[in-house]
């Protein structure tokens, strides 16, 4: 009963989706040492040789790289085509994770998929997302967070791909079918799962929970009314040895930070470094 890690990254300035990546898996190395983790990318030769060993499998996407939208998740419908595992936590690329997650796992694999309806923020409140879900919650449209889910081989998961499939493909002609209050002009991939989501009728029918925290200004109640775009930009951060503190708050767990403005060279030769130094197989 085979059990991993996957995400997906392509090509990007600086690599840095690549360098997310290696961020991520090494953190996995460190906190889930038993369990492989696969990379999903447009192409092989996009990731530095340097940064090969940090995988347990590189998987080049099987149909092509899809990408009207410059956006890499509209082909997330590829993940399970690419997972050898037989269940598989899909984690977004710019998360890292700090400690073992066994408990979650025994919770998971008791479903064909997980999504989960909350999440946190770096002071472990559940803060509800409005910006985030105000189109969702116009348009009846699910609100299932999509940084982090996951999914087994079985037919149900299976249909959820392939309706998935034409849901990122065909995004505006969905939005214009299902969103009537507040289209949007962009691709939303969090949008765009939940309402593959309603159309296979699955509102109230996925279970289980994936904890993680979000760090963003969305999940937080402040009184400050002119907002950076970036967390980054208002919030305080300090990361040494796997231990993040954001204003002074530990924070741990899986962590999305949500932000390629977060991932430094620092945090990414520390990361890479504490693997080395740990002997885990790589």
């Not at 969905?174 to 799962?193: A, Q, T």
Request: aromatic share 12%; charged share 25%.
């Amino acid at each position: 009963m085979t059990q991993g890690y996957i995400t997906i990254a392509t090509k990007s300035p600086g690599n840095i989706q690549v360098e997310q990546a290696v961020a991520l898996a090494s953190s996995l190395k460190l906190a889930d040492p038993d369990r492989e983790f696969c990379l999903v990318v447009d192409k092989f030769e996009n990731v530095p040789q340097k940064y090969e060993n940090a995988f347990d499998s590189i998987v080049e996407l099987p149909y092509g790289h899809y990408d009207p939208t410059e956006d890499i998740a509209i082909n997330l419908w590829q993940l399970y085509a690419c997972s050898t595992f037989e269940h598989t936590m899909y984690i977004d690329r710019r998360c890292i994770v700090t400690h073992n997650i066994n408990d979650i796992w025994d919770n998971i694999i008791l479903h064909d998929y997980v999504f989960s309806k909350t999440v946190e923020n770096f002071r472990g409140e559940t803060v509800p997302l409005n910006d985030k879900f105000s189109i969702h919650e116009r348009n009846d449209i699910p609100t299932y967070m999509t940084d982090i889910f996951y999914f087994n081989r079985s037919e149900r998961s299976e249909q959820f791909f392939k309706i998935l499939d034409v849901v990122l493909k065909e995004f505006r002609r969905v939005y214009l079918k299902f969103i009537s209050e507040g289209r949007p002009g962009y691709f939303d991939i969090n949008l765009l799962i939940n309402t593959t989501i309603m159309m296979l009728g699955e509102e109230s029918n996925i279970h289980g929970h994936i904890p993680y925290k979000l760090l963003s200004l969305d999940n937080l109640t402040l009184d400050d009314d002119d907002l950076p775009t970036e967390w980054v930009d208002y919030l305080s951060s300090w990361y040494i040895s796997g231990t993040l503190k954001i204003n002074n708050h530990r924070v741990s767990g899986i962590i999305c930070y949500n932000s390629d403005a977060f991932l430094d060279e620092e945090i990414l030769d520390d990361y890479r470094q504490r693997v080395k130094d740990s002997n885990i197989r790589i």
